[in-house]
């Protein structure tokens, strides 16, 4: 009897050491089950990210790298160039045109010229407030002079008319001087002798013809 309760127990010891081993390789496995995962866990995600184009936002492959974006607004610059092109195509081209009332005297040093606007001997152009079969014509008397010539008088008018004796353009020392404004304009209440000595007219310089046009020494 003795004999088996021995046996018994040192039965019960042997199988208690033999399972302590298993029990301890468990907690183990189980830290590199949770090593692992962390460890996968940290590897990153690449996902597909579509965006609008009209929020700003961008579009990526799967791969990370960027779509080209299509439709995309012009360059501010070629913006700002088209907008100057067309200012510049809307200005009234002034080059080369000065301006004097009647009795003024001026030199143009860029010209060598000395200019006097005499008076208005005629302007017989239609009042800015009637209705006219005919637009008229004004003409102005203008006096020119260069460095090493005599002075000599211009008529100079707003309209060409050979048989009548009107000319827009003239050629003085090098210059074809043109009549391209006359203002104040005439109306029903104030004409042409209401208006004189208050007239301020526009001339254009150009380069002309060397050697042609009226020049005298």
Known sequence: MIHRLILTSFGIL???????PKISETPAKQETVKTETS?????????????????????????????MSVGLPPDKEAVE??????????????AGIVYLKEGENKFFKEYEMNVTFKKMTEDSRCPKDV???????????VEV???YTRPVTLK???????????????????????????TPETTSAKGFKALQGSYRIGLQFSK????????TK
């Not at 209705?131 to 008397?141: F, Q, S, Y």
């Open 81 to 94: 160039t088209a907008k100057k092109e067309q200012q510049n195509s809307t200005v009234k081209n002034t």
């Open 156 to 182: 100079l008018s707003t309209m060409n008319d050979a048989k009548k004796g009107y000319t827009k353009s003239q050629e003085f020392n090098g210059y074809t001087i043109s009549l391209v404004e006359v």
């Open 145 to 147: 002079m260069g460095l």
């Open 39 to 67: 460890a996968n866990s940290a590897e990153p995600k690449v996902s597909d990210v579509t965006t609008n184009q009209t929020s700003g936002t961008t579009k990526s492959k799967s791969n990370g790298e960027p779509e």
């Open 14 to 20: 042997t199988l208690a050491t033999c399972q302590n």
């Open 208 to 215: 002309g013809s060397t050697g042609s046009g009226t020049t």
């Open 131 to 141: 209705n006219c079969i005919w637009a008229g014509v004004a003409t102005a008397e």
